[in-house]
Each structure stands twice: as structure tokens, then as C-alpha cells.
């Protein structure tokens, strides 16, 4: 009863308080407020009269969840742990124990720890199985509900049991919580004079990692950037305002925003740390999206970068995180980006219809087809005025077609079920300390690991177990492409992801391959592009 009467009495506060904001509105403003108070009518008649009694909390984030989609694909509604989650994204760390694990037939294991992290300190070691934390039994936990147990407030103390190779009996730690690091910047490195850095997504952290990654690169003889933001999300406009301005002149226009609520605004270049003179290849996919395609977007804008790759996913809507009471958060659409040369970076939508709108994007790349261009999306670059094209994510200057050269059907079904990357988790446990001592160096792994016909065999079994069936034709189809993911995971797990990118990039010529190409032929290959010129007699 007295949550009731606490209920009425707060409904009856708002009710109050709308009746007294309506007063003062103009007739224009009535309509909306009298909308207001309709829903607050609606809340308290359900929590007071309704036969049985009702809990509010799920009603409301429905409503709210069901009012925001029918706004727009991007505006959301995000729960107390959502908003916790997205929080942490941004700010680039988590408090928690600093160890890199993976679920294996229901058990927990450890694949590398985080140097100086607490997990590290007390003696934690790559292949322990934790089996207990907080007394309470770790197996069967789900791989998506390990943090919730490993992570905590900074400060506070977990205990886990550890079942350790060579140990008769289960070993015990006490960990202290501390705040862990969320690398934004996953790899960082020079070959032969050119640099490459991915940014996975933009945080608080994005442009402090990048310069530090920069910086040495630099020491260690680069002298041209492959940028690469496949895949990436996007994340923060500051984020992505630091890192375009990086490359741009001082108060050189980033991207501009507008919008029925908020003033039109350029962000412009803020001066510091700059890189305004190296050859910058940019790469970019599908998936890149939002802070990406601001970056991309901005540096093809001033003609500062060749941008190569597929079409970006477009969206160009800002959203802006407002917190709710109960530690949940709305975010909302407030206006559009544009980029330098005003193009508008949103792909067309129709309403909050997201469904469609998301599988119109898959089905659109997965036909490897370009976004149709009109004569109003077309716009000129600020250097060179060479067309460039708005209304559907950044196009790039050169486009990456789809590969499928070998693969087949059988790899992707054991790649579905994650059957090559388990694989290469059981063998690193198996072998760690062997490996660890014939490869003390990515250069030796590098130049001396190979795939043998025993680990391909014991795929195979392992995708039998998993539900594959074995394909000896499409095993030797994709023979090669299967032999290169083994060997860029055993790397990440071994030394770093940065090694995973290094095996990755120096067997791929229709990207990276070619951005390099691009960088070190750049009269050539790059000028033409950026002046309009390519393909002229």
C-alpha cells in the first residue's frame, strides 16, 4: 500500500507540475504537453485500479523502448547494466581482476593475464582453469556472463580456484580489483617504412593511444600511415575530432553538426600534435560506422588521405546519452553530421523501422553492390574539387570488391561454430610452454611456424565434434585462408594482437597489400586519385 501511495503522490507531483508548465506554453506547445499528461494519466491508473497488482518497471522501459523506435534506427533505451556496459566502453577501462580468458567445454581458462594487472600480481599464469570464484563452483558459466563475476568495484577482493598443469591440488588466490585498461588502439606497427595502426572504436582513451602508438612507430623508421577503421563503430565525437585534426592543419572543419534542437556547429582541427604532411591511406569497410566515417570522411574532404576499401554503413545521426533516475539512459538523436565538404553521412531511413534498415545494410553488401549516387549527392573535395559522394556512408576512393577466393562452405560452418578458433585455444593450452620456448619472438614464429597435415586432421575431428561435418574438398579448398587464421590466433594468444594483424596483413594484397602499395608508389598510385585525375590519358 505504501508504494502505491508513494506512487500517486509522485505521479501527482509531475501532474502538478506539467498542468503548471502547460499554462505557460504556447497553443503550438499545448498539443505536446497535453500528450504528457495523457501518459502520466495512463501510469497512475494502471499502478492504483489495475485488478491485479502490477510492477511498473518493466511496463515502462517497454513503452519507452517501443516510443524510441519509432523515431529513428539509432535512438535506444538502455537498462542500468547497458548503460554500465556502454559507459565503460567509452571511458576505455573496467575494474576487474586483468586476465584474458576463454570458455572451453564449459571451463574457464585463462590465456594470458594483463602485465601489472592484479590477476598477474599474485601469480596467475596463462593456462589455469579457474574452477571456483567466491567459493561458488565456475563451470558451466556462459562466456558472455564471466565478467559479471570477474569484475567488480576497484578495491574489492575475489577469490578463485585454480586448477594448474603439474599442481596435484586446486590452488587458491585472493585478488584485489583494479581498474584495467580497454585498449581502443589494437595494433601498432612498422614494415618497411609503413606504419599501421587499428582503432578498433573511439573512447576517452583513443587519442592518447594513438599518439603513444604513433610516436613509436616513428622511432622505428615510419614513414607513411596505413589508418585502418574496418570494422569500427564509432564511439565518441571528441574522439573523433582528435584524431581527424591529427592529420588536418589547425581550424581546418572535422565535421559540422545541425539539428532542430541544438545550434549548428563546426569542430574544427585544435592544433598540438600534427601529422599534416605524411602519406595517410585510410581503410574502411561495411561496418565501419559513425566516428569512422567522420574521420574517413573529413581527411578524403581535404584531399589529406586516399581512402580505400568498401562503402561505411552511414550513419551520421547524433545521438546524445541522457541519464534516467534509476541509472538506466535514453539516447537520442539531436542532429546530423556533415563533413567538410557538406556532404551528410546517414544513409536514407524510414522511421525507427531498425530491423529492415540494418538488413537492408546486409543485404545490400553481401550483393557486393555500391550505394546508387544522384546529382544531389554529389559534392567536391575542399583541395582539389574532385567529385566525392554523400547520402550513404563514405565512398572510397578505390573500392575493395569481395573475396571469396577460397572459401568454401565448410570453413565458413566451422567458423560459425567457432570450431578454428577453439582449436586454436586447445592447442596453445596444450603446448604453451613448448611453444613458448621454440618461438621467444614473433620474428621466429613468423618466419618458422607452420600449419602441419596433424593440426589440420585435428580440426577436422574437432569440427566433428562440433557438429561440421567433415569436407575433405573444402578442407583443401580453403587449405591455405584456415592455415592463416590458426597462425594470426596462435600469435595474438603467444605475443600481442598486434602479431595477429602482422600474420594477417602480410598475406593480404587486396588491402592491406594494396594500401602499402598505394603509400610507397604514391606519385603513381595516389596523386591521381586525389586530384581527379586517375584513369586520364
Not at 505536446?32 to 518497471?57: H, S
Request: aromatic share 8%; charged share 30%; proline share 4%.
Amino acid at each position: 500500500m505504501r508504494r502505491r501511495q508513494i506512487g500517486y503522490f509522485i505521479a501527482t507531483v509531475i501532474f502538478s507540475m506539467t498542468v503548471a508548465v502547460c499554462a505557460a506554453q504556447s497553443p503550438a506547445d499545448n498539443d505536446a504537453m497535453l500528450q504528457l499528461r495523457k501518459l502520466n494519466q495512463v501510469y497512475r491508473l494502471l499502478d492504483n485500479m489495475y485488478v491485479d497488482e502490477v510492477d511498473m518497471k518493466p511496463l515502462v522501459e517497454k513503452a519507452i523502448r517501443e516510443m524510441l523506435l519509432e523515431l529513428d534506427p539509432h535512438s535506444a533505451y538502455l537498462d542500468a547494466e547497458q548503460t554500465e556496459d556502454a559507459r565503460e566502453s567509452i571511458d576505455g577501462e573496467f575494474s576487474g581482476i586483468g586476465v584474458e580468458f576463454n570458455v572451453l567445454r564449459d571451463t574457464i581458462i585463462v590465456v594470458n593475464t594483463i602485465v601489472g594487472g592484479p590477476a598477474e600480481a599474485v601469480g596467475v599464469k596463462p593456462n589455469d582453469r579457474i574452477v571456483a570464484i567466491d567459493t561458488l563452483p565456475a563451470v558451466g558459466i556462459g562466456m558472455r556472463d564471466v565478467p559479471k563475476y570477474l569484475r567488480g568495484p576497484r578495491g574489492s577482493v575475489i577469490e578463485v580456484g585454480i586448477v594448474r598443469r603439474g599442481e596435484e591440488r586446486p590452488l587458491h588466490f585472493r585478488i584485489t580489483r583494479d581498474n584495467i585498461p580497454m585498449n581502443t588502439v589494437s595494433a601498432a606497427y612498422v614494415d618497411d617504412g609503413v606504419g599501421y595502426v587499428k582503432i578498433d572504436r573511439f573512447g576517452r582513451t583513443t587519442y592518447d593511444e594513438f599518439v603513444e602508438a604513433f610516436d613509436r612507430l616513428k622511432h622505428d623508421g615510419m614513414e607513411s600511415l596505413v589508418l585502418d577503421l574496418r570494422g569500427n563503430g564509432g564511439g565518441l565525437l571528441d574522439a573523433a575530432i582528435e584524431i581527424g585534426g591529427f592529420f588536418l592543419p589547425r581550424d581546418r572543419v572535422v565535421v559540422s553538426t545541425e539539428g532542430r534542437a541544438v545550434e549548428p556547429h563546426a569542430f574544427t582541427a585544435r592544433g598540438g600534435r600534427r601529422f599534416t604532411g605524411g602519406r595517410v591511406v585510410v581503410m574502411i569497410d561495411e561496418s565501419s560506422a559513425s566516428a569512422s566515417e567522420i574521420v574517413a570522411g573529413a581527411l578524403q574532404d581535404w584531399d589529406r588521405a586516399v581512402v580505400i576499401g568498401r562503402p561505411s554503413f552511414g550513419k551520421g545521426l547524433v545521438q546524445r546519452q541522457v541519464p534516467l533516475a534509476d541509472g538506466s539512459a535514453m539516447r537520442i538523436t539531436v542532429a546530423r553530421y556533415r563533413t567538410p565538404s557538406g556532404r551528410i553521412i546517414q544513409r536514407p531511413y524510414e522511421n525507427g523501422h531498425a530491423a529492415e534498415y540494418y538488413a537492408a545494410h546486409r543485404r545490400r553488401f553481401a550483393a557486393d553492390v555500391e550505394p546508387e549516387q544522384s546529382d544531389s549527392t554529389v559534392f567536391h573535395t575542399k583541395i582539389y574539387r574532385r567529385p566525392v559522394y554523400g547520402g550513404g556512408g563514405i565512398r572510397p576512393d578505390e573500392i575493395v570488391g569481395l573475396d571469396t577466393l577460397g572459401v568454401s562452405d565448410y570453413m565458413m560452418e566451422l567458423v560459425k561454430r567457432g570450431v578454428i578458433r577453439e582449436y586454436a585455444v586447445r592447442y596453445l593450452d596444450a603446448r604453451r610452454p613448448e611453444l613458448a620456448a621454440s618461438y621467444p619472438d614473433f620474428e621466429r614464429f613468423a618466419e618458422s611456424f607452420s600449419v602441419g597435415e596433424d593440426m589440420f586432421e585435428e580440426l577436422a575431428a574437432l569440427g566433428e565434434e562440433r557438429g561440421a561435418m567433415r569436407d575433405i574438398a573444402g578442407l583443401l579448398e580453403s587449405k591455405n585462408l584456415i592455415a592463416l587464421h590458426i597462425k594470426a590466433l596462435l600469435a595474438q594468444k603467444l605475443f600481442s594482437t598486434t602479431e595477429f594483424y602482422r600474420v594477417v596483413n602480410a598475406a593480404d594484397e587486396h588491402w592491406y597489400g594494396r594500401a602499402a602499395a598505394i603509400l610507397r608508389n604514391w606519385p603513381d598510385e595516389a596523386e591521381p586519385m586525389l586530384r581527379g585525375t586517375a584513369g586520364e590519358k
